[in-house]
């Protein structure tokens, strides 16, 4: 038998005698984690639950409430249009269609499947509340958000010529399991709930030239 074939023998034999130690000690520990009596399955500062939010600012943490800041440019809301996917813009024509893409943040200890995100379209003089936004749709992530990652959901959305002028753009992500949602059901103010991000744009008309005969 050559040295090769000697090493290898030996290799097989270690994986072998490992995996009859592992099934003789996993089934019972398995059995203790899952009935609860094991103290030493997650670290003292695990905390049991996700913390989903959307930046304001950069170098926003998630923690609220918060001042003095200028948050109406989230870093998390782009928006292209689906012509040209490397321009990001916020002056939006109406005809035309975009992608808006929203940046959700955990930073928990767990993940988030598939986690939801709703957009609204308001108008400053209307106030920023649900009950007077537009809600443009609802997308979510495609997967899983896992603890201390971030990952864009998409929605795409065609201009109405009746939304010309200054709008305040809203995005607002919740989930449901693990629950981490909006503390109210209708206000849309970043400062105050990090589940929401703003983003203002300008909406324009789209004109043609006049033909010679007009």
Not at 91 to 115: F, K, Q, V
Not at 182 to 197: K, M, N
Request: net charge positive; aromatic share 10%.
């Amino acid at each position: 038998m050559s040295v090769n074939v000697k090493v290898a023998a030996g290799y097989i034999s270690s994986l072998r005698k490992t995996k009859e130690e592992y099934l003789k000690k996993v089934p019972s520990r398995l059995a203790k984690i899952y009935s609860g009596k094991d103290k030493h399955v997650k670290p003292e500062n695990f905390r049991e639950s996700s913390f989903l939010y959307i930046r304001s600012y950069n170098g926003d943490t998630g923690i609220r409430p918060f001042s003095g800041i200028n948050f109406w440019n989230s870093p998390d809301i782009t928006i292209n249009p689906i012509t040209n996917s490397g321009i990001n813009t916020t002056e939006l024509y109406a005809g035309n269609t975009y992608d808006i893409r929203c940046r959700l943040n955990n930073r928990g200890d767990l993940m988030i499947p598939y986690p939801k995100v709703e957009f609204f379209l308001t108008d400053p003089s209307l106030g920023f509340n649900t009950t007077v936004a537009e809600l443009l749709g609802l997308t979510q992530l495609q997967g899983l958000l896992l603890p201390a990652s971030n990952d864009e959901a998409i929605m795409r959305y065609t201009v109405p010529a009746s939304e010309a002028g200054h709008k305040c753009l809203f995005a607002r992500t919740y989930s449901f399991s693990p629950l981490d949602k909006p503390f109210d059901l209708h206000a849309l103010d970043p400062r105050l709930d990090r589940h929401i991000g703003q983003k203002n744009l300008n909406i324009c008309l789209l004109y043609t030239s006049p033909s010679p005969r007009d």
